[in-house]
């Protein structure tokens, strides 16, 4: 499965220093596959913001565009994993 290639981008992206994380908005673009998982989204923005504990890293809200090859979401990255569960509701961390 993790053959095809998959497109990350990022946008509407601001650091939000009240909760101690950055939020974004996530483009997916993968033609020929009908979805990326949250796990394999987590691993590749963790190399891209260079982020040491990938649990500090939530991923949401993904619709897939109709006809396929793009999905949309919501990219939460907190400083440490402590904020995160903190903030995070209870439902959020167990996924």
């Known amino acids: 499965m993790a053959d095809k290639a998959v497109t990350i981008r990022t946008r509407k992206f601001m650091t939000n220093r009240l909760l101690s994380r950055k939020q974004f ?20 923005l963790g190399r891209m ?23 949309t979401g919501f990219g939460l990255i907190y400083d440490s994993v402590e904020t995160a569960k903190k903030y995070e509701p209870k439902y959020r961390l167990i996924r």
């Open 49 to 71: 913001y260079d982020v040491k504990d990938p649990n500090s890293i939530f991923v949401f809200k993904f619709r897939t565009h109709f006809g396929g090859g793009k999905s």
């Open 25 to 44: 908005v996530i483009d997916v673009l993968h033609p020929g596959r009908p979805n990326v998982s949250k796990a394999e989204l987590k691993e590749k």
